[in-house]
């Protein structure tokens, strides 16, 4: 008989939790408990337990230091929905504020909206996702489990269960989610949560329009909750029902709109590799001709190398006149711009930059995650740009003794202004330094029984560990000067 080896094991563990959508679906169940039994089968069989993956690794430490919790999880767990803890809801902000101060406070052509989540059918017949936004869906007549037919590698043979041809014949799903608004559940009262945030800045672009007297080039960028029912959502939170998105749609001339379309990819790929992002781990992939939505002259993916291979980060698309005509013709309302100088009126082409904020999330734990040995230790570590990072400072007391933690107090009051600060007095400083390493945060200030005397504490940097000892007067300063 053959030896079993650490793939088998890692197969028969990945084969057992797939019907419920892979370690990140079991996520509420504690990933600690699959790398147990992991460890069990190993030794079971005469070897070592398999290393974990950076899938994994990225799961168990979400959960460990309050990134992202299972949502519902005392009550068993709510498949592919996710509460953001301490850490998470930071980190998630961060991501947004970072996308926003590309987007739209350092640019003059661009304004913000926050549209309504609930729609009347009217805007989504006009969008075509009423009749359009489907997927193909098939059920397994062996094990039961539904997939989507286009995310099949071999769409004849079941990825649960491994056998071949009991698949049913495919039957489209509508992704939308239908509720009720009012008392009266009938057809006057249908509401849709929307499915992306565009469809809001399309409707609004006429109030937008006079309310902030812009003119073609310009721009309204969006930040907001999505909802799709998806068939297979998985992959932790890279595919959830709910989501949130990073959206703008710049109108531009007709003619001008290759000329945006070029730029606008340039920059949004520019975007994550300026924010921590190695340049070999993403790219810009054009769609091919048979990919092309019917309204786009042309659409490009910025790709980022997920464990499972190449995936969306996000799209960038030249939607021609589509949306405007389009609820023109539904609203009975003129969507279009007069250029007084050329005496013309025309629909403006839109490009589309839309990004997952989540999934845009993952990629950048992803990216940062890193190991390393110090002495006999393996040091975990986010190697986060700071803008990402959910902390930029911890202060950190040698002791909780009142004579230490008093006075460091003070000085984490005259940080909380400018930056988010943790402080934490609890276990021995190196304790403290690993997990403050592990949440990616770029600077740890120690105040030390020295300090009482020399009015000076220690700044140790994340990534090299190097530290430098600064007085208290100084400290802001010198901090604003590192995290711009």
Request: charged residues 25%; proline residues 5%; hydrophobic residues 35%.
């Given at each position: 008989m053959r030896t079993p080896t650490g793939d088998d094991v890692d197969g028969v563990l990945r084969g057992a939790i797939e019907p419920f959508g892979g370690i990140g679906q079991l996520f509420e169940f504690d990933v600690r408990i699959i790398e147990s039994v992991a460890c069990l089968l190993g030794y079971a069989a005469g070897m070592s337990a398999a290393e974990p993956s950076l899938f994994d690794k990225i799961v168990n430490l979400s959960k460990r230091r309050g990134i992202v919790f299972p949502s519902a999880e005392i009550y068993g767990g709510f498949r592919s929905t996710y509460d953001y803890g301490p850490v998470g809801v930071l980190m998630l902000r961060n991501v947004k504020d970072a996308w926003w101060r590309s987007m739209v406070q350092l640019r003059s052509d661009v304004v913000g909206l926050d549209a309504s989540i609930l729609s009347p059918p009217a805007v989504w017949t006009a969008s075509g996702h009423l009749a359009n936004f489907t997927d193909p869906l098939v059920d397994c007549r062996n094990c039961g489990t539904r997939h989507r037919q286009d995310k099949l590698d071999d769409p004849e043979t079941c990825p649960s269960c491994g056998m071949s041809g009991q698949f049913t014949e495919p039957r489209q799903f509508n992704l939308m989610f239908k509720t009720q608004a009012g008392p009266v559940a009938d057809e006057?009262?249908?509401?849709?949560?929307?499915?992306?945030?565009?469809?809001?800045?399309?409707?609004?672009?006429?109030?937008?329009?006079?309310?902030?007297?812009?003119?073609?080039?310009?721009?309204?960028?969006?930040?907001?909750?999505?909802?799709?029912?998806?068939?297979?959502?998985?992959?932790?939170?890279?595919?959830?029902?709910?989501?949130?998105?990073?959206?703008?749609?710049?109108?531009?001339?007709?003619?001008?709109?290759?000329?945006?379309?070029?730029?606008?990819?340039?920059?949004?790929?520019?975007?994550?590799?300026?924010?921590?992002?190695?340049?070999?781990?993403?790219?810009?992939?054009?769609?091919?001709?048979?990919?092309?939505?019917?309204?786009?002259?042309?659409?490009?993916?910025?790709?980022?190398?997920?464990?499972?291979?190449?995936?969306?980060?996000?799209?960038?698309?030249?939607?021609?006149?589509?949306?405007?005509?389009?609820?023109?013709?539904?609203?009975?309302?003129?969507?279009?711009?007069?250029?007084?100088?050329?005496?013309?009126?025309?629909?403006?082409?839109?490009?589309?930059?839309?990004?997952?904020?989540?999934?845009?999330?993952?990629?950048?734990?992803?990216?940062?995650?890193?190991?390393?040995?110090?002495?006999?230790?393996?040091?975990t570590v986010l190697r986060l740009h700071h803008r990402i990072a959910p902390y930029k400072v911890a202060v950190l007391p040698l002791s909780k003794k009142p004579e230490l933690a008093e006075p460091a107090k003070e000085l984490l009051a005259t940080i909380q202004p400018h930056w988010m600060t943790d402080y934490d007095e609890t276990q021995a400083i190196g304790r403290r330094y690993r997990r403050q390493d592990e949440i990616g945060t770029p600077y740890c200030i120690t105040f030390d029984f020295d300090s009482l005397e020399d009015k000076a504490v220690t700044v140790r940097e994340r990534d090299s560990m190097e530290q430098v000892r600064l007085p208290i007067a100084e400290v802001v300063d010198w901090l604003a000067e590192r995290l711009v």
């Open positions: 006057g009262a249908v509401a849709y949560l929307r499915p992306e945030t565009a469809q809001g800045m399309f409707i609004n672009f006429a109030n937008v329009l006079n309310t902030s007297r812009k003119r073609p080039p310009f721009g309204i960028a969006q930040i907001g909750k999505s909802f799709r029912n998806e068939i297979t959502p998985g992959n932790f939170v890279f595919r959830t029902r709910e989501f949130e998105q990073m959206e703008m749609e710049f109108f531009v001339p007709p003619a001008e709109s290759e000329q945006w379309y070029e730029y606008w990819c340039r920059e949004r790929f520019q975007w994550y590799i300026d924010h921590g992002i190695a340049e070999d781990q993403l790219r810009l992939r054009p769609h091919d001709s048979d990919e092309l939505s019917h309204y786009s002259s042309g659409t490009s993916d910025v790709e980022f190398m997920f464990p499972w291979g190449w995936d969306e980060l996000e799209g960038i698309a030249n939607r021609g006149s589509y949306d405007l005509d389009q609820h023109a013709e539904h609203s009975g309302q003129r969507l279009e711009y007069f250029d007084q100088a050329n005496n013309e009126r025309y629909v403006p082409h839109v490009i589309e930059p839309a990004a997952g904020a989540t999934r845009t999330m993952m990629a950048f734990l992803m990216a940062a995650y890193d190991e390393e040995q110090v002495n006999d230790d393996t040091r």
